[in-house]
Nanobody, 118 residues
Framework: QVRLVESGGGLVQPGGSLRLSCTASGLTCSNYAMSWYRQPPGKEREWVARISTAGGVTNYADSVKGRFTISRDNGKNTVYMKMNSLTSEDTAVYYC???????????WGQGIQVTVSS
């Protein structure tokens, strides 16, 4: 079975930083582009960042450009997202998403809470 497990979330003060991790099992991570999405309370799920299969191309939503950095370590089957200068607007459940390069299979993680509050 395929599993995407997020970790590294929690409570952080405004201006602080967190690093999220997503570890995949049951798939070969190098065959998947990886993304992060988030869903703030009461709002729709939105795309945050994407990284290509080998990590050579990254894309970010305008709301996080310059603050968030997505990276991956295919040897560890893990994708990361470093989040800096966090504000209350970043409070959300963050989801890891895997998309096979042949666009046959896609998978979602279970989500992890990030709360930015004093």
């Amino acid at each position: 079975q395929v599993r995407l497990v997020e970790s590294g979330g929690g409570l952080v003060q405004p201006g602080g930083s967190l690093r999220l991790s997503c570890t995949a099992s049951g798939l070969t991570c190098s065959n998947y582009a990886m993304s992060w999405y988030r869903q703030p309370p009461g709002k729709e799920r939105e795309w945050v960042a994407r990284i290509s299969t080998a990590g050579g191309v990254t894309n970010y939503a305008d709301s996080v450009k310059g603050r968030f950095t997505i990276s991956r370590d295919n040897g560890k089957n893990t994708v990361y997202m470093k989040m800096n200068s966090l504000t209350s607007e970043d409070t959300a459940v963050y989801y890891c998403y895997a998309e096979q390069v042949l666009r046959v299979y896609t998978y979602w993680g279970q989500g992890i809470q990030v709360t930015v509050s004093s």
